[in-house]
């Protein structure tokens, strides 16, 4: 058995102080190349779109974050992608983020481990934004959540 020890404070408004880690059983929560039953997820990304991650594959409503194995493949140009809380789109308006959570050539499948915070959310709300930088081209994005924050 492995033990996953993670240490992480998000401070904003909604969320201040340390947050304990739980693991789930991975679960496939986006995959942009087949049909999932999801709204809104199939298709190539070619900008940015929000999700509800909470009260999906075991995150339940409340978690602060979220831990993900992000892949892209499929990628038709050099791109990247970030994932940032749909909290800040609501503060901030719309906002490209500044760091990626993956970079990827044409070609290319690559995939990176992500903690990322999750909005403070009400029933029906959105609470990450998905950032994919593909100018004239296309990626196809694969999500699997393996834990939550809270």
């Given at each position: 058995?492995?033990?996953?020890?993670?240490?992480?404070?998000?401070?904003?408004?909604?969320?201040?102080?340390?947050?304990?880690?739980y693991l789930v059983e991975p679960c496939r929560y986006l995959d942009t190349r087949e049909e999932i039953p999801l709204p809104g997820i199939s298709g190539a990304f070619t900008n940015m779109r929000l999700y509800r991650v909470q009260e999906t594959c075991g995150v339940p409503?409340?978690?602060?974050?979220?831990?993900?194995?992000?892949?892209?493949?499929?990628?038709?140009?050099?791109?990247?992608?970030?994932?940032?809380?749909?909290?800040?789109?609501?503060?901030?308006?719309?906002?490209?983020?500044?760091?990626?959570?993956?970079?990827?050539?044409?070609?290319?499948?690559v995939a990176n481990f992500a903690i990322t915070q999750l909005a403070r959310i009400q029933p029906g709300e959105a609470d990450l934004l998905v950032y994919v930088n593909v100018p004239n081209g296309q990626v196809h994005v694969i999500i699997d959540v393996v834990g939550y924050l809270r």
């Open positions: 058995m492995k033990t996953l020890i993670v240490a992480l404070l998000l401070v904003t408004p909604a969320y201040a102080g340390p947050l304990s880690t409503l409340g978690a602060g974050g979220v831990l993900m194995n992000v892949t892209v493949t499929g990628a038709t140009v050099k791109g990247h992608l970030a994932l940032i809380s749909s909290e800040i789109t609501r503060n901030e308006g719309r906002m490209i983020p500044t760091t990626a959570t993956l970079n990827f050539a044409p070609g290319q499948t």
